[in-house]
C-alpha cells in the first residue's frame, strides 16, 4: 500500500515552499512609487549642458547629427556676435532638436561631441500620447543657467571667447 | 441631480457612471502579447517578478486577441506582418487600446528601410508610444500608467 509516501512527499514540498514564504523577501520594485537606481553607465534622456558662466557648451557644429545612426538628432547652426553670445567660438545652435522616439540612446553623439555639450542622463520614462510630444526642442534639453551665471545671450567683451572648443589640459583624456 | 449630492452628505460615496467604468477598465485590462523582436524580451521581464505587470491587473498575456483589451506591439513591424497585425487588431473587442513598445513600433527606430512599417500607427490607432531601445520594464510599465491616465480621462460622449 503506498498511501502515505506520496502524502510524504507532498508534504515535503509544500515545507520548501512554505519556507520560502517566510524567509525570502519579495522581489517585485514597486515601480511607479519606489524607483531602482539605475546603473552609472545607464544612458537615457539627454541634456544640453553650459559651462560655469552660463554659455552654452553646443557650438553647433552637428557631429552628434552626422553619427547619429537613427537620425534622430537635427541641428541649425548660427552665427554668433559679442553683443549676443550664446557660446564662445563663432557658431551656436540656435535649432536643436532630438526625437525622442527615434533615438536608440546609443551614445553616440556624446561621443561625437567635441565640446561635451550633449550628455545622457538617467531618465527613462519617455511616454508619450502623440508622436509629435516626442521631439524635443532646445529649450526643453539645455539645463538651467548655474549659480553665478548668466541666461543667453549674453553681451561679451570682444576677442575674449574666440575659440570654440576649450583648450584640453591633458589631450589623452 | 440631485441625489448625489444628498447622498454625499450623508456619507454615500456617489460616483458618475463613467469614472465607475473606466476604474474597471483600468484596472482589468488584459495584454495581448504581440512580441516582434527584442522588445518582447523586456515585456516578459516586465510580467515577471522582479516589476510584476499583475499589481495592475495585467497578469495574463492573452495569445488570443478575442480575450483581450490591449495590444502591446513590442518590436519592429516588417511589411508582410503588417496584415496579421491589422488582422488580429480587427478580432479584439471593443473597447481596445494599443501601446506602440519602442522606437521601432513607434516610427520604425534605426529600421528606416523598405522593409519595415515606419511606425504601427500606419495601420492600427496608437495610444501611447514608449521610447526606447528597448524600453526597460519600469519605461513599459510608465507608458502602461500614462495608458490608464488617458483610460481614466475618457467620455461617454466620445465612443464610437
Redesign the interface.
Known amino acids: 500500500m503506498r498511501l502515505v509516501e506520496p502524502f510524504l512527499e507532498l508534504m515535503t514540498g509544500m515545507m520548501t515552499t512554505l519556507k520560502m514564504l517566510v524567509t525570502e523577501k519579495p522581489?517585485?520594485?514597486?515601480?511607479?512609487e519606489e524607483?531602482?537606481a539605475v546603473k552609472p553607465r545607464y544612458r537615457g534622456r539627454h541634456y544640453l549642458t553650459r559651462y560655469e558662466n552660463g554659455l552654452e557648451k553646443c557650438i553647433g557644429c552637428a557631429l552628434c547629427a552626422a553619427a547619429c545612426?537613427?537620425?534622430a538628432i537635427f541641428v541649425e547652426a548660427s552665427e554668433n556676435t559679442d553683443e549676443k553670445r550664446f557660446s564662445p567660438g563663432d557658431r551656436y545652435a540656435s535649432t536643436y532638436e532630438i526625437?525622442?522616439?527615434?533615438?536608440?540612446?546609443?551614445g553616440f553623439c556624446e561621443d561625437a561631441c567635441p565640446t561635451e555639450a550633449i550628455v545622457l542622463g538617467d531618465n527613462?520614462?519617455?511616454?508619450?500620447?502623440?508622436?509629435r510630444q516626442?521631439v524635443y526642442t532646445k529649450e526643453m534639453l539645455i539645463l538651467p543657467v548655474p549659480q553665478g551665471g548668466a541666461p543667453t545671450p549674453q553681451v561679451t567683451e570682444p576677442g575674449k571667447f574666440t575659440r570654440s572648443v576649450p583648450e584640453m589640459k591633458d589631450p589623452v583624456d | 441631480m440631485g441625489v448625489e449630492q444628498k447622498l454625499a452628505n450623508m456619507g454615500v460615496v456617489t460616483t458618475t457612471l463613467e469614472t465607475a467604468v473606466n476604474w474597471g477598465r483600468t484596472n482589468a485590462m488584459w495584454p495581448m502579447l504581440f512580441g516582434l523582436a527584442c522588445c518582447a524580451i523586456e515585456m516578459m521581464g516586465a510580467q515577471s517578478?522582479?516589476?510584476?505587470m499583475s499589481?495592475f491587473g495585467m497578469e495574463l498575456m492573452r495569445p488570443s486577441p478575442r480575450q483581450s483589451d490591449l495590444m502591446i506591439v513590442a518590436g519592429r513591424v516588417s511589411r508582410k506582418m503588417a496584415p496579421v497585425l491589422r488582422r488580429l487588431y480587427d478580432q479584439m473587442p471593443e473597447p481596445k487600446w494599443v501601446v506602440a513598445m519602442g522606437?521601432c513600433a513607434?516610427?520604425?527606430?534605426?529600421f528606416?528601410n523598405y522593409a519595415v512599417v515606419q511606425?504601427v500607427?500606419e495601420i492600427v490607432p496608437v495610444?501611447?508610444?514608449?521610447?526606447?531601445?528597448p524600453?526597460?520594464p519600469?519605461?513599459l510599465?510608465?507608458?502602461i500608467?500614462?495608458l490608464h491616465e488617458?483610460v481614466r480621462k475618457e467620455k461617454f460622449v466620445n465612443w464610437a
Not at chain 1, 27 to 32: A, I, K, M, R, S
Not at chain 2, 49 to 52: G, K, L, P, W
Open positions: 522581489v517585485t520594485v514597486q515601480y511607479p524607483k531602482k545612426p537613427a537620425d526625437n525622442m522616439l527615434r533615438c536608440i540612446y546609443c527613462y520614462e519617455l511616454s508619450f500620447t502623440d508622436r516626442a | 517578478a522582479h516589476y510584476d499589481r522606437d513607434s516610427c520604425g527606430g534605426v528606416n511606425g500607427d495610444d501611447v508610444y514608449v521610447a526606447g531601445c524600453p526597460r519600469e519605461a510599465i510608465h507608458g500608467v500614462t488617458k
